[in-house]
């Protein structure tokens, strides 16, 4: 294929000659080399198209995979920090429980040092005996009843505080533990996310490569077929104007008339008559002029739409305005895998800690959190938050939020997109590209939608 194409190039470039130079017409079988290089070129381009479309859903599903899976990890890191939280207030609560118990002890302690030294565990006998009198024994005798019941509860408390702080650190061992877990189990979800992700657009890379090299091949092939016969044309051309500027070939002479003798009857000289000249040819016609066949390509996919300028001035205070507003603010920000959120854009996480910007579900929350209006993180949490307040895609109203997923559960939406009424939608599409506004599609795999403001 290359060969044939690298000859065709040759005799194109062989035909530029200098002015007033003759050049040669193509001769048929350049003719038709270039075009069976043209044929087998649009026949390639044709065969990679038809195995670029399944390759592509190919891509398109690993990216569905690479949303969930991360989606997936959000959820999870969002527990694991739930449980960090919860197992840091129990830790707290072991480390006051153990604190209390040590103040327990403490008084325990100093009841059985008092009793220690007075000599005896019950010096309550000595302190009635040695009572002045009847008024100052009773005085002495409800003194020490409190003080016995007070060592009663002292230890009663110590008891109370011992249990509660073995059951708050158990507690506090638990929690670390569920947050351990839930750490390791985000970790490796985030792990198949990347992949999934890299994976994806490592294949979306080689088909765009692949489909510009078919298409560059058969635009070599459609140049030099042109060329070839661009060539032919003027070389006819050229000969037509030859011919025409030729001078007309003079006629010739008229033949003498011959002499009678004698009435004899017969001419002179007994010679024969001079032939009749032969006629003039006839100037050759001009040559028609073929128009070049039109160029054969590849279809390529439909051009993103232009983004819609808002020209309906300042927006509301309404909750949905406020949020389209917001959302449009932000039109030309790259597509950012995991990054953005109520407060804005951010770097995402890897392969997109350099990007800064918005994935999907992002771009849909900043927008309703200007508008105060909180509805989670994710496109599956944000249907789930919002799943009592379905509309029908007939129904759809500005501000409505709609999903896509792979399945019927929620937990397969993938995409999220805020509706802008006129059938379009805003949107951070995929990695590569950026936030946009697009034209509204429904298909297989169009899941529903939700309106946050109802």
């Not at 439909?302 to 305005?321: F, I, R, T």
């Not at 795999?445 to 109802?454: I, L, M, N, W």
Request: hydrophobic residues 45%; proline residues 7%.
């Amino acid at each position: 294929m290359q060969r044939a194409l690298a000859a065709g190039t040759v005799v194109a470039a062989c035909l530029v000659v200098t002015p007033g130079t003759a050049a040669a017409a193509p001769s048929d079988s350049e003719i038709s080399a270039a075009q069976r290089a043209r044929e087998e070129a649009a026949a390639r381009v044709g065969v990679i198209t038809g195995q670029l479309a399944g390759a592509q859903a190919a891509v398109d599903e690993a990216r569905i995979g690479s949303q969930i899976a991360l989606q997936d990890y959000e959820e999870r890191q969002g527990a694991y920090d739930e449980a960090r939280a919860a197992a840091e207030a129990a830790q707290a609560a072991a480390g006051q429980a153990a604190a209390d118990v040590a103040v327990g002890k403490g008084e325990v302690a100093a009841f059985a040092r008092d009793s220690y030294m007075q000599g005896s565990t019950n010096p309550g006998a000595r302190a009635l005996m040695t009572s002045g009198g009847p008024a100052e024994l009773v005085e002495r005798a409800a003194l020490l009843s409190a003080v016995g019941e007070h060592r009663v509860d002292v230890v009663t408390e110590l008891t109370v505080l011992q249990e509660q702080a073995t059951v708050a650190e158990q507690a506090a061992q638990q929690a670390v533990g569920a947050a351990e877990t839930l750490k390791t189990e985000a970790a490796e979800l985030l792990a198949a996310a990347q992949e999934q992700e890299v994976a994806a657009r490592e294949q979306a890379v080689a088909l765009a490569t692949q489909q510009d090299q078919v298409e560059d091949e058969l635009a070599q092939a459609q140049q030099t077929l042109f060329g070839l016969e661009a060539a032919r044309q003027a070389a006819e051309e050229r000969a037509a104007a030859q011919r025409a500027a030729a001078p007309a070939p003079a006629p010739a002479p008229a033949p003498a008339p011959s002499s009678s003798s004698g009435g004899s009857g017969s001419s002179s000289g007994g010679g024969s008559p001079a032939p009749a000249p032969a006629p003039a040819p006839a100037p050759a016609p001009a040559p028609v002029s073929r128009p070049a066949p039109a160029p054969v390509t590849a279809p390529r996919p439909a051009p993103a739409p232009a983004p819609v300028q808002d020209n309906a001035g300042a927006p509301s205070a309404s909750a949905v305005q406020t949020a389209i507003a917001a959302a449009k603010t932000q039109q030309g920000l790259p597509y950012s895998w995991g990054g953005g959120g109520s407060r804005g854009p951010s770097y995402g996480i890897p392969p997109d800690t350099g990007i800064w910007g918005f994935d999907c579900s992002g771009l849909t929350e900043y927008a309703y959190a200007q508008a105060g209006i909180a509805i989670g993180g994710t496109s599956r949490a944000q249907w789930a938050r919002f799943s009592d307040r379905t509309v029908g895609r007939d129904d759809l109203q500005a501000g409505d939020l709609v999903f896509w997923g792979s399945g019927s559960n929620y937990n397969s939406i993938y995409h999220v997109a805020l509706y802008l009424g006129g059938n379009k939608v805003i949107q951070a599409p995929q990695s590569g590209d950026v936030v946009r506004i697009s034209t509204m599609w429904f298909g297989s795999d169009y899941f529903g939608a939700v309106r946050p403001t109802a």
